[in-house]
């Protein structure tokens, strides 16, 4: 009679797997040779025999249907099946004379009713052992997610701690996922560059390999990094430490949802392309290289255009004079922030009593979690409904219970926006003063600035200091509406209408401008302060150059209308410092 010895080790550990098959093929080989039986193949597997398909195991049962061998030499029933259809086979062809019999160094068996009977017993007990492993698995898991502990292996910027068994951060790696998510979040690259740059810096995935770019996608869109993580298609709350805050999180997703397939435009040799569109037929302006300088001109992809060219030097000191437009000076700035540090202190009891009703609402949404679990165990509603409910009100308490974190943490208070705009508006005059043209392009995209060129003054102002006497009479030629944009099809000029609910409408705040035009021009007066000695357009540029109109948004539209900041403005020419 013919034998087949077949070996099976179902372990992950590859090392322990080997030295297992060798220990039963040594068992197996001895055996065969004190009974004196005859061995035609050896047959050798890794793989789990809890659900029917294993290769090996197919390959030696269609042999033995074919001749090939009449009987099987394994270690223990439990190596030839755990789970009822392999087992089923067995038997089967015991039944039907292709399997003669079976022989087992730790299990006696014989080609009997009673044999098979125990055989079977066997198998059972084989598969019983599996299923309460996997059912005691389960079980292990689902008490690790309600502790809110990651069950898998942890993204990288985290590694499992052996001695805590809790999920910690990874020194190394994570102030570069911290850094890659503040990069991403400026929107000034896309995630191809991304990838290029966390390789430079020499980050590595949990294996030492390079993370590619599809991985890079995960991770931005992961959010484990912001204490929740997601597991079997639900959200739970984790006890791991996050990595970077909402608000960091919340932008980066903004910038993926926005950017989807869209071309991406190179800045490094010509930092202002793209940034301006053309008055007269509505395309981007596009820039060359002409006798080792660089010019900037209207792309004409819509037709003819008047529009001239104008060199990169004169583009940004317009650049530079625009943000000078909507900055105030060091004193008043001052002044400004001192006002904003007494509202803050008298809002703190406010917003204590904000606080107090935030966590009356975390509560409430504690409870509802907790009666969505007991009417989803009932079965009153489906999985696929109490997923969506549970990932809403998860999200939903997560940030609230950040707001309130953060609040009594850092003393978050509803002045803090007012006060970083006007600390940014007091550097604005710095920044403008930066060699660096990338920073001017910056600038005005962080703000959210819309700038146009056009052949001339749209707004018909000839120059903004006309006189100090007549400086109230020329003001309504400031905030008249301007004319249409042409293609791009302008806007009537917007009221700027008070907040009624800010405290204190009167004083250095009170200054607000009745209406606003869309587009300011940045006309060749506003020059001085950052012109050449001997004159701009004679060093730089021509009169002929095409004028720069801003429309910033508010809170800087306020600023560059405003008459007492037009002062401020007259003064800090005066000593920019």
């Not at 926006?417 to 007091?426: C, E, N, V, Y």
């Amino acid at each position: 009679m013919k034998y087949a010895i077949y070996a099976r080790k179902s372990t992950d550990d590859e090392e322990r797997q080997i030295l297992s098959i060798q220990a039963q093929l040594d068992e197996l080989r001895e055996l065969a040779r004190k009974e004196s039986l005859t061995v035609v193949r050896e047959y050798i597997e890794a793989q789990t025999a809890k659900e029917p398909g294993r290769p090996v195991f197919n390959e030696m049962m269609q042999a033995i249907e074919k001749g090939e061998a009449q009987a099987i030499l394994a270690w223990h029933p439990d190596r030839l099946a755990r789970n009822s259809i392999d087992g089923g086979r067995v038997i089967y062809d015991l039944d039907t004379g292709n399997l003669a019999t079976l022989k087992f160094p730790t299990h006696w068996f014989e080609n009997t009713p009673q044999g098979k009977f125990m055989l079977q017993i066997a198998f059972g007990q084989s598969k019983y052992y599996v299923d309460n492993l996997s059912e005691n698995i389960k079980r292990g898991i689902r008490k690790k997610l309600r502790d809110g502990i990651y069950p898998n292996m942890p993204p990288p910027g985290y590694r499992n701690d052996r001695q805590s068994r809790m999920i910690v951060l990874d020194e190394t790696r994570a102030p570069l996922i911290r850094r890659m998510f503040e990069v991403y979040a400026t929107g000034q690259h896309n995630v191809a560059e991304l990838t290029r740059m966390i390789a430079d810096w020499g980050l590595v995935g949990v294996r030492d390999k390079p993370i590619a770019a599809s991985k890079v996608h995960d991770i931005l869109a992961n959010p484990f990094y912001v204490g929740l993580f997601r597991f079997n298609g639900e959200i739970y709350e984790g006890k791991h430490p996050p990595l970077i805050n909402r608000d960091l999180f919340e932008k980066v997703q903004k910038i993926r949802s926005k950017r989807g397939r869209g071309r991406y435009i190179k800045h490094s040799r010509f930092p202002f392309r793209g940034l301006i569109t053309c008055h007269e037929c509505g395309c981007s302006i596009t820039s060359d290289a002409q006798k080792g300088h660089a010019y900037y001109r209207c792309g004409k992809r819509r037709g003819p255009c008047d529009l001239k060219t104008i060199r990169e030097e004169a583009l940004a000191q317009l650049l530079r004079a625009s943000i000078r437009r909507v900055s105030i000076s060091d004193a008043w700035a001052d002044k400004m922030l001192a006002e904003v540090e007494r509202w803050t202190l008298a809002d703190t009891s406010k917003q204590a009593v904000l606080i107090a009703r935030q966590k009356i609402e975390l509560a409430r949404i504690t409870a509802r979690l907790d009666r969505l679990l007991e009417v989803f165990i009932d079965g009153t509603i489906g999985r696929d409904e109490f997923t969506a409910h549970k990932e809403k009100l998860t999200n939903e308490k997560s940030a609230l219970a950040d707001a309130i974190a953060n609040f009594e943490e850092e003393g978050a208070s509803r002045f803090k926006p007012l006060a970083d705009f006007i600390t940014a508006s007091r550097q604005a005059k710095y920044t403008a003063e930066k060699e660096d043209l990338t920073e001017l392009r910056n600038w005005h995209k962080r703000t959210g600035s819309n700038l146009i060129f056009a052949v001339r003054n749209l707004c018909g102002i000839l120059a903004e200091e006309s006189g100090a006497s007549q400086a109230d009479a020329s003001r309504p030629n400031l905030h008249s509406s301007p004319p249409s944009f042409g293609p791009r099809g302008g806007s009537a000029a917007r009221s700027a209408v008070h907040n009624s609910n800010t405290p204190h409408n009167s004083g250095i705040f009170s200054a607000v401008a009745e209406s606003e035009p869309d587009f300011i021009p940045i006309l060749p007066a506003e020059l001085s302060a950052v012109a050449p000695a001997g004159g701009f357009f004679q060093s730089l540029g021509s009169r002929s150059d095409p004028v720069l109109h801003v429309r910033f948004p508010r809170p800087w539209s306020v600023v560059a209308q405003n008459l007492k900041i037009r002062n401020w403005r007259r003064g800090r020419d005066l000593n920019p410092r």
